[in-house]
């Protein structure tokens, strides 16, 4: 006879989290399988028809109602008509309480308090989209944060990576001859601002491979390393102006700065990422 296998996932909230679990658990198993999902059940009456139905249909039932006393009468009910039921948040609460000596505050739903999370984070990097490399310099002062960097020092991969922490970043790039836009130099103090840099050597060794194509002489080199040097002091110049958070971009990977940033600071999040 081949085996079936019925899940009833149940939530008091939509019922995601016990619906994604009952999936990946059942995807493990050879077996012909169906899944139901239960949503916003906050009553009693709720829970008596669906262990009635699980009875009936032989199915597992796992949830995560977090409300003590539903989750207490959920129990006690499939205990009565012989249906094995799982707590699915049950666990995880427990070795959290252990690990910490808190108790949980036991609020249905809390997993959708996210949503304005994910929104935040979806407008953030749309509007780091529109104001990467000097655009739209008018609703610069909407940013939570400016960056601020010479070319190569990764400014558009730094602002991506800040943005999908749900931190809204424009940037600006800083040329030889780049002079601060007024809509910048107005908003020194008003909205964090970083400046990128990198040293000496990367700089000049990335401009002479730019001046390859371009009847680049050997002569030329004292030339190019002037202009490095120009580059630089101009850098550096507007950093100090507008009082920017200096940040050698060289030796560090983009999570290592991001994680600098928010902490000088003090923006929303912050990322580690260990690599095996």
């Known amino acids: 006879m081949e085996k079936k296998l019925h899940i009833f996932a ?10 994604k679990i009952a999936v990946a658990s059942v995807l493990q198993f050879q077996v012909e399988r169906s899944i139901t999902r239960f949503s916003r059940v906050t009553k009693e009456i709720q829970i008596d028809e669906i262990i009635e139905k699980a009875s009936e249909e032989d199915a597992l039932v796992i949830y995560t109602i977090v409300k003590q006393e539903l989750s207490s009468y959920m129990d006690s009910a499939a205990r009565a008509k012989g ?18 000596g808190l108790k949980p505050v036991y609020i249905s739903g809390l ?24 655009q739209n310099l008018d609703t610069f002062k909407d940013a939570d944060l400016i960056i601020l960097g010479l070319p190569r020092t ?16 424009a940037n600006y790039p800083i040329l030889i001859d780049t002079e601060i836009p007024k809509e910048i130099e107005a908003l020194k103090g008003v909205v964090s601002m970083a400046g990128l840099t ?47 958070l200096v940040i050698d971009v060289t030796l560090h990977d983009i999570e290592e700065i991001g994680n600098t940033i928010t902490h000088k600071f003090n923006l929303p999040l912050k990322v580690t990422h260990h690599r095996f």
Do not use: W
Request: charged letters at 30%; glycine letters at 4%; aromatic letters at 6%.
């Open 10 to 19: 149940v939530s008091d909230s939509v019922g995601e989290t016990a619906e």
């Open 154 to 169: 990764s400014k558009t991969p730094l602002s991506m990576h800040m943005a999908n922490l749900g931190i809204k970043v």
């Open 111 to 134: 997993t959708h308090t996210l949503d304005d999370q994910y929104f935040n984070r979806m407008k953030a990097i749309e509007f780091t989209i529109e104001h990467d490399n000097g």
């Open 83 to 100: 249906v094995i039921a799982l707590n699915i948040m049950t666990p995880l609460f427990d070795m959290i309480e252990a690990k910490t």
């Open 198 to 244: 990198i040293d000496t050597e990367t700089l000049l060794s990335l401009r002479k491979e730019r001046m390859q194509g371009a009847d680049f002489k050997e002569g030329d080199s004292y030339n190019i390393d002037d202009l490095v040097a120009e580059e630089l002091d101009n850098a550096y110049r507007i950093y100090a102006r507008l009082k920017c």
